[in-house]
């Protein structure tokens, strides 16, 4: 069974640090990834998707991921990180079924 | 936690017809979100739909071809109206839950439309 985990509930990490958040996914073939951010009481935004190819993916807002087929693994990275960017980030796995999401990571950014 | 039963799971249409989709939330939740999700590609936002005031469309959606409802903090229905096989997607209810320790989204299991 499709399965997502992001094993950080909450990270807080200083204005201008660098920022990795952890997904870790479970799918039988070859997975569509997303990441996505979300503000309190707004919809999802996307930040960046893998679908197959270059293995590194470029998103808005400076975002990055790496897809890593060995460790099953899509993390998200930020070199700096801006106080803009405190949301909610959730990872997802999926192709042509519903989306699979994992529970969430909250960021919070400090001065 | 919330828990979400959607229905129709899947169903198959004919074009120039509609089809309404239901979702029931657990508990009461403030804001609803509706979701197409198109063969093998992401999320997109239909529209956010709360209890007693209109919902709010994202670009690229009106409410003409997609009528919410949202009668309660419990219930909502989204209706994909006047069909067309280009309609032929996943779509999904979400609600945000912040009360409980960890979860804060939560899904809907999904409807599978295709449109003939």
């Known amino acids: 069974a499709q399965s997502v985990t992001q094993p950080d509930i909450h990270i807080t990490v200083s204005e201008g640090a660098s920022l990795e958040l952890r997904c870790n996914y479970s799918?039988?073939?070859?997975?569509?990834l997303f990441w996505y951010v979300q503000s309190p009481g707004q919809g999802l935004q996307l930040l960046l998707k893998?679908?197959?190819?270059?293995?590194l993916v470029q998103g808005i807002k400076g975002f990055e991921a790496e897809f890593k087929r060995s460790q099953s693994s899509f993390n998200l990275r930020k070199p700096s990180v801006h106080w803009s960017d405190a949301a909610e980030y959730f990872c997802?796995?999926?192709?042509?079924?519903?989306?699979?999401f994992g529970k969430g990571t909250r960021l919070s950014v400090i001065a | 936690s919330a828990v979400i039963s959607q229905k129709p799971s899947r169903d198959i249409c004919q074009r120039g017809t509609s089809l309404t989709i239901q979702c029931q939330v657990d508990?009461?939740?403030?804001?609803m979100f509706w979701y197409r999700q198109q063969p093998g590609q992401s999320l997109t936002l239909i529209a956010t739909?709360?209890?007693?005031?209109?919902?709010?469309?994202e670009s690229g959606f009106v409410i003409d071809k997609f009528p919410i409802s949202r009668p309660n903090l419990t219930f909502s229905t989204l209706t994909v109206s006047n069909l067309s096989p280009e309609d032929s997607s996943i779509y999904l209810c979400s609600v945000e839950d912040r009360t409980g320790p960890v979860e804060k989204l939560f899904f809907g299991s999904g409807t599978q439309l295709s449109v003939l």
């Open positions: 799918y039988g073939a070859t997975p569509y």
């Open positions: 508990s009461q939740v403030t804001m």
């Open positions: 893998y679908f197959s190819g270059d293995t």
């Open positions: 997802a796995v999926g192709g042509n079924t519903p989306l699979v």
């Open positions: 739909a709360n209890q007693g005031s209109e919902a709010t469309y």
